[in-house]
């Protein structure tokens, strides 16, 4: 014979598309059928924006339970139901980013926690391609730290919190004791206890349904009566007052869990000590793992027994979940304590007891942690231990390998893109390990030396370079100047100096490094090969591109052919640095096929929105604008361009980079307007970046000069071509590829304003610097050559025009063929030639 099932078991057959960490139902769910009512009728009366609802409420009462049951009931209703913790900022990004793959986007494996979390929450709000979904936000204690993480669309927000802050922002449920009339039907369907035993139990217990759940289990585990209970409840209360346990805790479920650990310790009392130790990690999932793969690291020989023995460690764990004093999912492998029953664990040890534990923690965590932070195939593991490094006060630990441990996932965030995580880990580190070990302490300079390369990698290059220096001046005089970490925090001071627009010093800096690198390092080794990168970027910037090409083909090759394992964001750095130089050479059509090959590798291995990745897309865009490909490159830049001002942020130096390409790529297919309005934006943009004398904002003031004359004022671009002209003659030289960039442009602001003697003037002489410095076939050589063609012919000079005109000829048909757009428009239209400038990355 078959019944029906209860209303709490109950679901509708239809499963979302995606169902992605909804903990498991609870089978003995009962009753808050009002609340469950009242919140599926506020979720269901919002139509086109979502107004989150969140369940707060005491520690105990239910609330996660209840998120749970409805997101079960009622997942017919929804394509997509995603559960978030979200009691650390760091979780919501890395929970929501692994909805990322299920949303046809890319797995944050590649393109890193914060891009693919972005990625999400723009596919949610566009509905795209599913409008019916349901995010449960799990224990969101403060409300400003996930609003902007909670998306505006077509679907629909839980929120659960224990802070009332939450009534004044959105729609909200209270979420109180059961009523007895659901403590009862709970107690007899959990315990098949009578009506009128389990009213009795529920009376003493206050109703709680966390304190009811382990009553329940203690009952069916042991088969204690209730009268018993109820004696021991009332002797263990009694003790626990006089213990003056905290008020924050409910006195009934401080009771009832006492009585739980109690009975647990008499039938096996290594499952307390995996409880206790489970007490010191984060309120979220465990992986089982840690134990299984740390019962080697345990220093206590209690604990290394039960760790190292399989087949108790797993009784343990199953009898932990048989007293309700953790939830076991077998099928994700993990464990979860609730966070009121952690505090309690907690609090009845003694300080010594605590310390102990923890520590015991820390060594679980360094011992489960992976090995190889920059390995994109490990990323999926430390972003299991995330959840776990604050919360466990790893900071405060000194042990060697919890450190390395921590230096580790500093640098896991930041090659995958995370950088306002791993700023937020960096500066808790920072600090507590300044506290606990002194300033000077290599620990602390090393933990420093990877929050300047954060902030750096987040465009705030002259707090990075300030905290680099002064880094940098401690770590030589501690650990020595040809320490490996000196080196490395050296190149990092290179890329500082870089931003700061001193590339000679950047160079020279570089030249050094590479001769200490190589002597302690080794020729192939994969920290000396990406200084040599860094010194061909130098190169570049410094407009020797012949070097540069060559030095990135060497590092290319050398990376190819290594032994030892080359992180994927270098090869990709290379590789387009590679891509960078031979285009900056003067060979486009062969840097697009570079740079689609780069670009290829970045989207496979770190993902479409990995920040590095979009870089290598803006070079390939500009390299596919010289090529004459202007319709490629306007497509590819509009979308690079989206995607960092989602990802970054408008004021991000690469996305202002990326706004600077769209903007000349816009005037490249004739939408002068358009480019102009992001043009001016740019300049000011990178004003606020670099200050007002950076050889970048002088590059982006002569695109914005093109501009102004096209846009019909000539006079208004010649001033700020001078100006341009003149600060970049002080900061690099004439003879730098920029200065002579802006040259070209004035000379035709010249011309524009009928003063072609002067045009012919300043031309001849930048023809001259271009020679010295470039081949006959070299694109902005062309182009100054054949503007000098109109010139010369305006100022009456014809027979020394048609040998100029001669000349652009026969460099057009070796540069590029005379089928390319600017071959026709200076040959055979007569039109002047625009040199624009793209700022690379430092």
């Known amino acids: 014979m078959t019944g029906s099932q209860p209303e709490s078991v109950r679901t509708s057959g239809r499963v979302p598309e995606v169902w992605g960490k909804v903990p498991a139902r609870n089978v003995n769910f009962t009753g808050r059928s009002v609340l469950l009512e009242r919140l599926h009728a506020g979720l269901s009366t919002e139509v086109t924006a979502v107004v989150p609802h969140a369940l707060h409420g005491l520690g105990g009462v239910g609330k996660t339970q209840l998120a749970v049951e409805y997101a079960h009931r009622f997942r017919s209703e929804y394509d997509v139901v995603w559960w978030i913790p979200a009691d650390q900022p760091v979780l919501v990004k890395s929970s929501l980013a692994g909805l990322a793959p299920h949303l046809g986007l890319q797995a944050a494996t590649r393109s890193g926690a914060e891009d693919a979390a972005d990625a999400v929450l723009d596919a949610l709000r566009r509905g795209e391609p599913y409008d019916r979904w349901l995010l449960v936000f799990d224990n969101a204690d403060q ?433 387009n640095g590679l891509a960078r130089s031979v285009r900056l050479s003067g060979d486009s059509r062969e840097a697009v096929d570079l740079g689609e090959d780069a670009y290829a590798y970045g989207v496979q291995e770190l993902g479409a929105e990995h920040l590095w990745t979009l870089k290598t897309a803006r070079d390939l865009s500009i390299a596919k604008r010289r090529a004459g490909d202007f319709d490629g490159s306007l497509e590819l830049a509009k979308d690079v361009h989206a995607r960092l001002q989602r990802i970054m942020g408008d004021h991000h130096p690469e996305t202002v980079a990326a706004a600077s390409n769209l903007s000349n790529a816009l005037r490249a297919t004739g939408d002068i307007n358009a480019a102009y309005d992001i043009a001016e934006q740019a300049v000011a943009r990178y004003q606020a970046i670099y200050g007002d004398t950076h050889p970048y904002v002088y590059g982006c003031a002569t695109n914005l000069a093109v501009l102004q004359r096209l846009r019909g004022d000539a006079e208004a671009a010649m001033r700020t071509d001078e100006r341009a002209l003149t600060g970049l003659d002080g900061r690099l030289g004439r003879d730098h590829h920029y200065a002579l960039t802006c040259a070209v442009n004035l000379a035709s602001d010249h011309a524009a304003l009928d003063d072609h003697e002067e045009a012919m003037r300043l031309g001849t002489e930048t023809l001259a610097r271009l020679r010295r410095i470039f081949s006959g076939e070299y694109p902005q050589l062309l182009a100054c050559l054949s503007n000098l063609v109109l010139d010369t012919r305006a100022c009456g000079r014809q027979e020394e025009a048609d040998a100029l005109y001669a000349e652009a000829q026969r460099g057009y048909a070796g540069a590029m063929g005379l089928d390319h757009p600017d071959a026709r428009l200076a040959l055979e239209e007569g039109a002047r030639m625009d040199c624009d400038f793209d700022p690379p990355p430092i």
């Open 143 to 575: 409300p400003e730290e996930i609003s902007e993480l909670i998306p505006q669309g077509p679907g629909q927000v839980i929120v659960t919190s224990r802070n009332h802050r939450w009534q004044g922002i959105v729609d909200t449920v209270a979420v109180d004791v059961f009523d007895r009339q659901e403590s009862v039907e709970f107690l007899s369907r959990r315990a098949s206890l009578s009506s009128t035993d389990a009213d009795r139990l529920a009376e003493q217990l206050g109703d709680l349904p966390l304190a009811l759940e382990q009553a329940g289990a203690l009952h069916v585990e042991t088969g204690i009566s209730v009268d018993d209970y109820l004696r021991l409840l009332k002797e263990q209360t009694s003790a626990l007052l006089s213990e003056s346990k905290p008020s924050e805790y409910p006195m009934p479920m401080t009771a009832a869990w006492a009585l739980s650990v109690a009975q647990l310790r008499s039938k096996l009392p290594e499952a307390v000590d995996v409880l206790r130790c489970c007490a010191f990690f984060g309120p979220e999932p465990i992986p089982r793992d840690v134990f299984r793969r740390a019962g080697h690291q345990a220093s206590d020989a209690r604990l290394s027994s039960i760790f190292g023995d399989t087949i108790l460690l797993t009784r343990a764990i199953r009898e932990l979940g048989r007293f309700a004093l953790a939830t076991i999912d077998s099928q994700a492998r993990t464990i979860q304590v609730h966070r009121l029953v952690q505090a309690l664990l907690r609090d009845e040890l003694d300080e010594d007891e605590r310390r102990r534990f923890r520590h015991e923690v820390h060594l679980l965590l360094a011992g489960a942690a992976p090995k190889v932070p920059d390995e994109t195939a490990s990323w999926g593991r430390y972003n299991e231990l995330i959840a776990h490094i604050l919360p466990s006060q790893v900071a405060d630990c000194a042990e060697p390998a919890v450190r390395t441990m921590v230096r580790d996932v500093l640098y896991y965030l930041y090659r995958s893109g995370n950088y306002q995580s791993a700023r937020i880990f960096a500066e808790r580190f920072v600090e507590r390990w300044t506290e606990r070990s002194g300033p000077e302490h290599p620990d602390v300079l090393i933990a420093q030396r990877h929050l300047g390369g954060i902030i750096r990698e987040l465009g705030e290059y002259r707090a990075a370079y300030d905290l680099d220096s002064a880094t940098l001046a401690k770590m030589t005089e501690v650990l020595g100047p040809e320490d490996p970490e000196t080196l490395v925090l050296s190149s990092g001071f290179a890329a500082d100096l870089r931003a700061a627009g001193d590339w000679s010093a950047a160079r020279e800096l570089d030249e050094r490094l590479q001769t200490q690198h190589t002597t302690v390092f080794g020729e192939q080794a994969p920290a000396t090969l990406q200084i040599m990168n860094n010194l061909a970027i130098d190169y570049g910037l410094n407009s020797d591109y012949t070097a540069a090409r060559a030095l990135h083909d060497v590092v290319h090759r050398k990376q190819n052919e290594s032994e030892e394992r080359i992180g994927e964001a270098d090869v990709l750095n290379n590789w």
